[in-house]
């Protein structure tokens, strides 16, 4: 089992950064991918980034690429995503995901059935 909890999130104006942080705790976290999604009121959570297990591979939903940075660092258990150039349609819930175990130490994954474990999100807001 893999208990995922996000921090980071709050309130910045548009332009501004952030760091989310997602700590895992279990012996999973090393094992699998993870990613991160968001969602508004009334809407369906959103893919925004996801990493392979090493770390090597990184993908991202189209509005955010170039703006946020997603990483892992194994020794901490800790996933990050850095969120630069923020407009306030950033605004939402962010979550973050995890895969309970990848055969493949390089692939990326972008659908959230794709994944096992889910945190309870930090809000973001960003003010115009």
């Known amino acids: 089992q893999v208990q995922l909890v996000e921090s980071g999130g709050g309130l910045v104006q548009a332009g501004g950064s952030l760091r989310l942080s997602c700590a895992a705790s279990?012996?999973?976290?090393?094992?699998?991918?993870m990613g991160w999604f968001r969602q508004t009121p009334g809407k369906e959570r959103e893919f925004v980034a996801a990493?392979?297990?090493?770390?090597?591979?990184?993908y991202y939903a189209d509005s955010v690429k170039g703006r946020f940075t997603i990483s892992r660092e194994h020794a901490k258990n800790t996933l990050y995503l850095q969120m630069n150039s923020l407009k306030p349609e950033d605004t939402a819930v962010y979550f973050c995901?995890?895969?309970?175990?990848?055969?493949?130490?390089?692939?990326?994954?972008?659908?959230?059935?794709?994944?096992?474990?889910w945190g309870q999100g930090t809000q973001v807001t960003v003010s115009s």
């Open positions: 990493v392979s297990v090493n770390g090597g591979r990184t």
């Open positions: 279990g012996r999973t976290f090393s094992s699998g991918a």
């Open positions: 995901a995890a895969r309970r175990i990848d055969p493949a130490w390089d692939r990326t994954y972008y659908r959230e059935h794709e994944y096992d474990y």
